[in-house]
């Protein structure tokens, strides 16, 4: 259904419906999801998925995702009365179609005009589904309503992941001869990229805390991982490093340093995204390109990044950055630093389904994470899987986001 087709029957109504400025897509119901993914999704894209629809008065419903809940643990029962009670307060009456200015609503009112990264990714969640609404009201793809279709598919990464009969290597791909077999065994399936952190992310029992330093041995036991990749995969695919800004500064230069040889494609928040000037010292002392946002929010933090020189490649998190209305944002002031844009997807199909769509408009595009293949799971809960094959994704051509959630299989997985 298309928003003409409603305006026609609202017309036939007689005049006394006629909406001053227009016939706005009314917002009136918005339901959240809680899914906890089944154990055989290897935890691709987190333990907790939250997703949103938004319903109007015009029969027309678009989804939305919050990619934070799992950075949030097991408090999601606080999360559907903050969403619920915010649509409610803000969003609930008022156009669909109006995005910039509900953006901008939420922002100043809910935020007070300092979003963090827990209000930016409730933000974000409605942000997509309004822009799901618009894309279907139009009866075209999102990218079609922010500037048109600038590539036809989009080149993918993922994280090294086993076999659920295997060791799991997240938390740290310790292991050479796993990751290496397992980064192989991607390459073979299609994938041209594949991403790894060869280091704790996480320190035992939170002693030390982050940023610290690493000794020799941690830091040869890192570069090992790297080296049997590099030697797996061969010289013509690529290695990125992803790190989560877990060390110093200084740990950071001599490990970048060590990276160089292998080739690496780049240094993912090599030190804490917090300290843009310390991230700027490694980006100038390693010939490795730094790239760092999945944890920033809204233009404002891209914003001083960029002035700080401290990175190559922008990783916007649609689920979290501020939605499809802050990513183009965020990329159109990557564009003249010669910044590339490479998305950061962790979550479920609706972060990679908005992602896809900005990946489709935005000249200065890099390339696309995503958890696609092998993905049961996603295919599951969606109506239209990814059309993924050889490493890329071909750019879907359906309204809005592209996409729709079942709801029979989101209940299904409901977290209880």
């Known amino acids: 259904m298309t928003v003409y087709g409603a305006l026609r029957r609202r017309a036939a109504r007689g005049p006394e419906k006629e909406k001053k400025g227009g016939n706005p897509v009314k917002l009136t119901k918005c339901t959240p999801y809680m ?13 907790i998925f939250t997703f949103i629809k938004l ?17 949030f643990f097991n408090n999601h029962a606080c999360f559907a009365p903050i969403i619920t009670g915010l649509f409610e307060k803000f969003l609930k009456g008022e156009d669909a179609l109006a995005r910039e200015k509900l953006y901008k609503k939420m922002y100043g009112r809910f935020s007070s005009n300092h979003a963090d990264f827990f209000t930016s990714c409730l933000f974000s969640a409605f942000d997509l589904a309004l822009w799901d609404i618009a894309g279907k009201a139009f009866g075209q793809p999102v990218y079609q309503l922010l500037g048109g279709r600038y590539r036809d598919k989009v080149r993918t990464y993922s994280y090294v992941y086993t076999d659920p009969d295997e060791p799991v290597l997240g938390r740290g791909w310790k292991s050479p001869e796993l990751t290496a077999k ?6 073979e399936q299609g994938y041209t990229a594949v991403k790894f952190d060869p280091l704790d992310m996480l320190s035992p029992d939170g002693y030390p805390a982050a940023p610290w330093d690493l000794g020799l041995e941690e830091l040869h036991r890192a570069e090992a991982v790297v080296a049997a990749t590099r030697e797996a995969i061969g010289p013509n695919a690529d290695i990125l490093i992803g790190t989560h800004g877990q060390i110093t500064t200084s740990a950071a230069i001599r490990f970048g340093k060590m990276l160089e040889k292998y080739e690496v494609a780049w240094f993912e928040e090599p030190v804490s995204p917090e300290n843009f000037d310390e991230m700027r010292k490694v980006a100038d002392a390693v010939h490795v390109p730094v790239a760092t946002g999945e944890r920033l929010v809204m233009t404002h933090d891209y914003w001083k990044l960029l002035k700080a020189g401290a990175v190559a490649i922008a990783q916007p998190d649609l689920g979290t950055c501020g939605g499809i209305t802050e990513g183009k944002k965020i990329a159109a002031l990557c564009e003249p630093n010669f910044v590339t844009m490479a998305p950061h997807v ?4 609706i972060i990679l389904a908005a992602a896809m769509q900005l990946d ?4 200065n595009f890099l390339i696309q994470e995503c958890m696609c293949e092998p993905n049961a799971f996603f295919r599951e809960i969606t109506d239209e899987p990814v059309a993924w094959k050889d490493g890329y994704i071909n750019i879907p051509d359906r309204p809005g986001l592209g996409i729709n959630l079942v709801e029979s299989a989101l209940e299904k997985y409901a977290a209880k």
């Open 182 to 187: 397992y980064a192989k065994k991607m390459i």
């Open 346 to 349: 962790w979550g479920g199909p």
């Open 35 to 47: 899914i906890v993914p089944p154990a055989s999704n290897n935890g691709r894209g987190g333990k």
């Open 360 to 363: 489709a408009c935005i000249p």
């Open 55 to 71: 319903e109007t008065d015009a029969g027309i419903s678009g989804w939305g995702e919050c990619a934070a809940q799992d950075s």
